[in-house]
């Protein structure tokens, strides 16, 4: 099975930067995702990592260290719409993923 | 349609009673998946199915089934509902296998059972 685990709440002023660290235990790795869930609505997709190092997307970064079992994702320049949950997942060998509790970031004027 | 649907939005649904949550995509993605997400636990995952015709348990799969009988669609159907399983319910498709193929969400069915 996985273990992942990111922190519950962070809250952050609008034009920040925010970090988001998630670590995780797994029995199978074949990538990890970050999904990014507003209230009420569906997860959508943000990015994917697979290899080490680091993925940039605009605003959005995200960033995979598989030896230490750590991931990363970085929001730039904050705007009030990205207040929102921010989901980390592990992929495992069959291709199903497996979530974190997710964090939700709250973006202060 | 475009992408996935689900039906219905919200149901409040009396113990006992038996339910199915409809899912379908129009994608024509292989995989499909049946989360359910509940406050402080995040998405945990009930059954999926790689390609249609088959099916496989998630982490969470008591009290509920399952069944693939097209691509399209993929119904979860809970035989008698309990309190326990009051939750918001997702439904997932991906494409199997291959790199980042993320999966895409439905919007959800929120389930109250009394």
Redesign the interface.
């Known amino acids: 099975g996985q273990n992942i685990d990111q922190p519950t709440e962070m809250t952050a002023t609008e034009g920040a930067i925010v970090q988001i660290n998630c670590t995780y235990q797994t029995s199978g790795f074949n990538g990890l995702f970050w999904y990014q869930q507003h209230a009420g609505e569906a997860p959508t997709f943000l990015s994917y990592n697979v290899l080490d190092g680091l993925e940039e997307k605009g605003r959005f970064s995200s960033f995979l260290s598989r030896s230490k079992g750590y991931s990363y994702l970085l929001l730039k320049e904050l705007q009030m719409k990205d207040s929102a949950s921010y989901l980390c997942a592990v992929r495992d060998g069959d291709y199903k993923l497996s979530f974190g509790a997710g964090t939700t970031v709250t973006v202060r004027a | 349609i475009a992408g996935i649907t689900q039906a219905p939005t919200s149901q409040i649904l009396a113990a006992g009673r038996r339910m199915t949550l409809r899912c379908t995509q129009d994608m024509r993605h292989n ?1 499909m ?1 049946w ?1 359910r997400q509940d406050l ?6 009930i059954h ?1 199915s ?1 390609t249609a015709g088959t099916t ?1 348990k ?2 969470v799969p008591d009290g509920y089934s399952v069944s693939r009988a097209n691509t399209d669609d993929f119904p979860l159907t809970l035989a008698s509902a309990v309190p326990s399983q009051t939750s918001v319910y ?1 439904c997932a498709s ?1 494409d ?2 291959g ?10 069915t929120r389930l109250t059972v009394l």
């Open positions: 995989a998946y989360y402080g636990l995040g998405l945990r995952l999926y790689n496989g998630g982490e997702f991906s199997y296998g790199a980042a193929n993320e999966q895409f969400f439905g919007p959800g």
